[in-house]
């Protein structure tokens, strides 16, 4: 059974800064697409970024971009999101994705059905 693990979420100040991470059993990491995605108020599931391991590449929201960097450690088998100068926007509940399927373009990469497994998700609230 494959399982994603959501973990770093919680309460920071507005242009703060917090690492999420997401721990994988069941499956590696290494030959899939990685993808971050947040909802708001319980709301539908938002694309934010997305790790390519096959196609080298990385892909981030209008909305992200510059502020949060997704990266990965092969040795640990994880996925990372570095947040910085975070917003009141950025409030929500992120989930990480993977999926098993080639996907080295950013459309498929920003497609929530892309992805297979899901995590349960970490809530990130910014106040200010």
Do not use: P
């Amino acid at each position: 059974q494959v399982e994603l693990v959501e973990s770093g979420g919680g309460l920071v100040q507005a242009g703060g800064s917090l690492r999420l991470s997401c721990a994988a059993s069941g499956r590696s990491f290494k030959d899939d697409n990685m993808g971050w995605f947040r909802s708001r108020h319980g709301g539908e599931r938002n694309f934010v970024a997305a790790l390519s391991w096959i196609g080298n590449s990385t892909f981030y929201s209008d909305a992200v971009t510059g502020r949060f960097t997704i990266s990965n450690d092969t040795a640990k088998d994880r996925l990372y999101l570095q947040m910085n100068s975070l917003k009141s926007e950025d409030t929500a509940v992120y989930y990480c994705a993977a999926g098993e399927n080639y996907c080295a373009g950013r459309v498929c990469a920003a497609s929530k059905y892309t992805y297979d497994y899901w995590g349960r998700g970490t809530q990130v609230t910014v106040s200010s």
